[in-house]
Structures are given as structure tokens and as C-alpha cells.
């Protein structure tokens, strides 16, 4: 019985050691492979499309999620109604290993898109990521930045004939994975590839946990989440609802 008692003792103490030991090598692990997300906010961003993609990387180990603006300080999004608070300026951010560039309100989206120090910044931190991403039409901004000409790209349904005249091709589907580029669909498509993302940053058994610890299994009250699916009425009902942003 001693004995019992004794070995169980031992090997607890041994699996507090082992627990104390990867506790202590953590830091200096991730730290090696720590791994830098850009999430960019602008002035009319929509709120899902960057909280999205935030949500499912900011868990991942030795992965570290910054939002960055042209300005340190609260963004409002399309809405008007919220506002993120950005922790670096687009001067305080010259490299990271992942962008996120949501998408945005009709105003703010083209604002974003004629603004040359937005899309330069684009372009500079693009030559050195390992992945850049865009939700909704964010990839519209990718493409004023030059950077999806002739590729397969998704975006907002209602965008895919402007994203085309930038010289995009526009790809159906949740998300589309060309080279290092990602381009998320609509809003609520920027879970779908974030999660994906995730998988490609860590693994996929990570991955998977992350899609439990976000709890993302949806199964929508209404079968009209996608143009296809909705009738003339829902989509320029749709469209209305989101014009005034």
C-alpha cells in the first residue's frame, strides 16, 4: 500500500516537474517562433472581417495579433456605432509574417482605396510576409495595391464586378488560397479563413481546437446566407441594408 502510494506520489511529482519544465521552455520557445499578425483597420472597416480572423489567431501558440492604423487611437467602423482601438501606426510597423486587411462600408472602403500611404504600406509589408490575407473587400484594397492581378481572388458578392475590373479574377467559395495571398468572401467568411489560416500557422489537430474553443458550428436560422441561395428581393433588400456604410 506504502509502496502505492509512494510510486503515485512520485510520478505526480514527476508530471509537476515535467508541467514546470514546459512551462518555463514556453516562453522561450515562442518567443524563437513567435509569429507577427497585422490585423490593418481603417476609417469604415467593417467590424466582423478584422474580429473574425482575430479571433481564431490570437489564441495560437507564439503567435502575437496587433491591430495597426495610420494613427494610434480608436477606429470607428462602418457602423459608426464601434470603434477598435489600434495599438500601432503604419510607421511603427514595417514587417510582419501575417496581414489581415478586412473589408469595409461603401465610404470607407473607397477612401481606403484611393489613400497612397495605405496602399504603399500594403505593398511594402506584402514583399515580406509569409501570408496575406484579405476578408470581404479587403481584396479590393489587395488589388488597388497591385498585388492580385490575373489571380483568383473571393470578395463580397456584390463586389466581385469591381474586383474584377482591377484585375482580380473572381474565384466562388468561401475563401481562396493563390501563393502566400488568401482572400476570404463575405464578412462572416473571414471565420472560415481564419481557421484555416490557423491551420497553416500551427497544424491541423490546432486548428481543430481552435474551431471548438470558438465554439464556430454554424448552422443559421435562414438558408440565404449566399447570393445563390437568396431571391431577387432578399439580395436588393441585402444591398440596402449595408448601402448606407
Not at 515562442?30 to 499578425?37: C, P, T
Not at 488568401?182 to 467568411?189: K, N
Request: positive net charge; proline residues 6%; glycine residues 10%.
Amino acid at each position: 500500500m506504502e509502496r502505492t502510494t509512494r510510486r503515485a506520489l512520485l510520478g505526480t511529482a514527476a508530471a509537476g516537474a515535467l508541467a514546470v519544465g514546459l512551462t518555463a521552455a514556453g516562453p522561450a520557445r515562442a518567443a524563437e517562433k513567435r509569429i507577427r499578425v497585422a490585423v490593418l483597420l481603417y476609417d469604415g472597416f467593417t467590424a466582423l472581417d478584422a474580429v473574425g480572423p482575430y479571433e481564431t489567431l490570437c489564441r495560437l501558440p507564439g503567435v502575437r495579433v496587433v491591430t495597426v492604423a495610420r494613427r494610434t487611437g480608436p477606429v470607428r467602423t462602418d457602423t459608426g456605432q464601434l470603434a477598435l482601438a489600434t495599438e500601432r501606426s503604419l510607421a511603427d510597423v514595417s514587417r510582419a509574417d501575417v496581414l489581415v486587411v478586412p473589408g469595409g462600408g461603401n465610404r470607407g472602403i473607397v477612401a481606403a482605396m484611393a489613400d497612397p500611404v495605405l496602399l504603399d504600406w500594403i505593398r511594402r509589408l506584402h514583399r515580406h510576409t509569409t501570408w496575406t490575407t484579405s476578408v470581404c473587400t479587403g481584396s479590393l484594397l489587395l488589388a488597388s495595391a497591385g498585388l492580385l492581378k490575373g489571380l483568383p481572388a473571393a470578395t463580397y458578392w456584390a463586389s466581385r464586378p469591381y474586383l474584377e475590373k482591377l484585375g482580380a479574377v473572381p474565384a466562388p467559395g468561401r475563401f481562396v488560397e493563390t501563393g502566400k495571398i488568401i482572400t476570404a468572401a463575405g464578412v462572416s467568411a473571414g471565420l472560415d479563413m481564419g481557421i484555416h489560416l490557423a491551420a497553416r500557422l500551427s497544424d491541423e489537430a490546432t486548428a481543430k481546437a481552435t474551431q471548438l474553443a470558438i465554439e464556430y458550428d454554424p448552422h443559421p436560422p435562414f438558408d440565404t446566407g449566399s447570393p445563390e441561395k437568396a431571391d431577387e428581393a432578399t439580395r436588393r433588400l441585402a444591398l440596402k441594408l449595408v448601402e448606407g456604410h
